[in-house]
């Protein structure tokens, strides 16, 4: 048994107090986290991992802006493992962190539902469609600069979320191909049907063709 009421053990440690002087531990961005890649033959996407238990995702990305920035703009994306994140609101804190102004879906062209303060579901296809590679929203006057993903519910099986480096798909196009459409420019005619996508009213968020 110990007996911490023993004035022997009190004066011990009081003389002893005296000779230890405290140490600072300096944490360095590196320590923090670890930034790495899925696949060593692919820089896309970088991955982000804690290196310590316990990293506040949130308050290290409102310090380090500028390191997500440019390793964003050098690898095209960032996946964040492993931080703990499990609701829509620690998702909404991350957002904030990075400091950007979020936009409205409007003129969508995929059904999804507000979740919270401009945080969307998936696309709400029926299970046995898929959705082809794309650029969120490119077809649009004003687009997303930047896309997060956040899965609160896994799906049972499945479900994944392919990205692709864009990039590259540019320069497999034969020069001559893209020539033509730098050159000529290209135009988009959408028709709005009856199928499992939204209505205009819906992608609009009208109700009157005149307000279109």
């Avoid at 062209?109 to 579901?121: F, G, M, Q, S």
């Amino acid at each position: 048994m110990n007996n911490f009421g023993s004035e022997e053990i009190k004066k011990n440690w009081g003389a002893r107090r005296k000779t230890v002087e405290p140490k600072g531990i300096n944490l360095t961005q590196g320590e923090l986290v670890e930034l790495s890649h899925l696949r060593p033959d692919e820089t896309l996407p970088r991955l982000v991992q804690p290196a310590l238990d316990g990293v506040e995702l949130s308050t290290w990305v409102k310090s380090h802006r500028d390191l997500i920035e440019e390793t964003l703009h050098r690898d095209g994306a960032l996946l964040f493992r492993g931080f703990g994140l499990r609701g829509l609101d620690d998702f909404q804190e991350f957002i904030a962190a990075t400091g950007v102004e979020l936009m409205q879906y409007m003129e969508s062209a995929t059904p999804r539902t507000e979740l919270k303060n401009k945080i969307y579901t998936s696309t709400e296809f029926p299970a046995d469609q898929t959705i082809a590679l794309h650029n969120e929203l490119s077809t649009l006057n004003t687009f997303p600069l930047k896309v997060w993903f956040f899965c609160v519910q896994p799906a049972e099986r499945g479900g994944a979320t392919p990205i692709a480096n864009v990039r590259k798909v540019f320069h497999r196009i034969r020069p001559e191909i893209r020539e033509k459409f730098m050159e000529k420019g290209w135009m988009l005619i959408r028709n709005f049907g009856s199928g499992f996508g939204p209505t205009w009213q819906n992608s609009f968020h009208l109700s009157e063709r005149e307000e279109v």
